[in-house]
């Protein structure tokens, strides 16, 4: 029997937990649904019943019903979902098992697909999973899975020397429909990683026979390989001049995103002072605060000149978050995983014995280096630092809310922890995610005008950053630090570590 009493409960919570009055009914609406699907009072729910009404949904109407998500965080909030992980992590498939990184191309050949299967099962536990789905996409995709679909009927990881021929010469080339072939820039790497593949299993087939039907000879010769030193030199020169074409306008971006977050904390605070349907002005151009239906915390605006309309909250916080983005990647030169994984807990202090000298640190936990690491901080960045804490209290009443990351490497949930780069998406607090990273500074390029000397414009990335990042000098005395530098000679990227074989060749 269903109470209204439960049904005062869950919309007691959601508002308790900052749910906006519209998603809160959305939710209600969803789980009156379910509880009318299933048969069993809203306490009784479980999350499967909410997955089968979202995939039923889905299948019936082709996309899914808003308020979905909101149901599942109100009956969370309620308590009624006691040991349930958040929806986004309930959906999210996360890694997948080797036999599907394998079986998504669909090699027809049972005796090679069980070679591969195996073989990346033992590489699995020395790589992390981005470097295990790169292998399987490169062994299963676009080596067997290739010669099957242009030799069909191959039955053997002996490939005859015509077939090994015609796969080399596909392979150099890649062609998309509507567009001219162009040379693949990876040719070596795959190489490398097909050759290891056929060589590892002739050295694991000398301790263990179950491998030796697969020990035959490698379609890529040795000197197949040899262009991997030229090739490194040749990418290590174009980072250099990455690093020559963007330093001179490090400053210009940076004073970029500096007044963008000045005009729209500006614009911000005088549009939250305007009466809806009201006009103001505000440096030399007119605006009118335009009236938005259930949506109580929005501000948006509309230019009189030119019609463009615009929520300046959400803008606002886009411009403050590219200051803070910018300012932290060039004081730092952090990796884009690394900046996104920075946290409240990671800002520490150390006291040097000889000279008591207090010295802020922050901590990088481990990336791509497997390494971590102590930062200092700067006074510039320590103040960047500030900024974001300041507002992130201010907004949340006094505390920094907890958001769990997404790792989109290793296709894991982390922990929820307190996290500097974090907005409400909703009514949730979310990590920001890389592509809004992106976004952002390819607004404050825009904004910036920054071309190269041809006057075409230029394009940051994160890593550019990491790349053009100052040295800066740490205290005597201080523990482990490791700070990345610039110099005349940009730093050249860490090798990545290979399979035995690949080195012997």
């Not at 999973?129 to 790169?134: A, D, H, K, M």
Request: hydrophobic share 40%; proline share 7%; with cysteine.
């Amino acid at each position: 029997m269903v109470t209204p009493e439960v049904f005062d409960r869950i919309e007691r919570a959601g508002i308790r937990c900052g749910m906006p009055a519209k998603s809160v009914r959305q939710g209600l609406v969803v789980i009156t649904k379910v509880v009318l699907r299933t048969g069993r009072p809203p306490e009784e729910l479980v999350g499967d019943d909410i997955v089968a009404y979202r995939t039923w949904d889905r299948s019936r109407a082709g996309r899914c019903q808003k308020g979905e998500y909101a149901a599942w965080d109100l009956l969370r909030d309620a308590d009624i979902f006691r040991n349930e992980p958040s929806l986004k992590e309930v959906l999210l498939k996360g890694q997948w098992p080797t036999t599907e990184l394998v079986d998504r191309h669909a090699i027809q050949c049972e005796h090679v697909r069980d070679a591969l299967v195996r073989y990346l099962d033992e590489r699995r536990p020395g790589l992390d999973y981005g470097s295990l789905r790169n292998l399987a996409s490169i062994l299963a995709g676009l080596f067997w899975a290739d010669v099957e679909r242009h030799h069909p009927g191959i039955e053997s990881l002996h490939l005859p020397n015509d077939v090994a021929a015609d796969w080399k010469v596909r392979l150099a080339l890649i062609t998309k429909p509507g567009q001219p072939p162009r040379a693949r820039r990876s040719l070596l790497h795959i190489y490398t990683q097909v050759r290891s593949f056929y060589l590892d299993i002739q050295e694991w087939a000398t301790e263990d026979p179950s491998w030796v039907p697969h020990a035959v000879p490698c379609p890529i010769r040795a000197g197949e390989t040899d262009g991997q030193v030229k090739a490194r030199k040749k990418t290590i020169a174009t980072m250099h001049q990455r690093v020559r074409d963007r330093l001179p306008h490090l400053l210009q971006l940076v004073e970029a995103a500096e007044r963008d977050k000045s005009e729209q904390a500006a614009l911000l605070n005088v549009a939250k002072a305007t009466p809806v349907g009201a006009t103001f002005l505000h440096d030399n151009a007119e605006y009118i605060r335009v009236h938005i239906k259930n949506s109580a915390d929005r501000v948006v605006i509309r230019e009189v000149a030119t019609g463009t309309q615009v929520d300046i909250v959400r803008r606002e916080l886009e411009a403050f978050y590219a200051w803070a983005i910018i300012e932290t990647l060039r004081h730092t030169g952090v990796r884009l995983e690394e900046l996104l994984g920075i946290t409240h807990l990671a800002l520490v202090s150390y006291r040097v014995p000889a000279t008591g000298e207090v010295v802020p640190l922050l901590q990088i936990v481990p990336s791509k280096s497997n390494e971590e690491r102590l930062l200092v901080v700067s006074p510039e960045l320590a103040s960047v630092f500030a900024s974001i804490v300041t507002r992130l209290r201010a907004d949340n009443g006094g505390t920094i809310p907890l958001a769990a990351r997404y790792d989109t490497t290793e296709r894991l949930v982390e922990a929820p922890l307190p996290h500097l780069f974090q907005h409400k998406l909703a009514w949730r607090p979310t990590v920001l995610s890389g592509t809004t990273v992106y976004k952002m500074l390819k607004q404050t390029l825009e904004l910036a005008s920054v071309t190269d000397a041809a006057g075409q414009p230029l394009h940051y990335t994160p890593h550019d950053f990491r790349r053009i990042s100052p040295a800066r000098p740490s205290p005597a005395g201080c523990p482990s630090i490791s700070q990345p530098g610039y110099s005349a000679t940009p730093r050249s990227p860490p090798r990545r570590p290979t399979s035995r074989s690949s080195r012997k060749t």
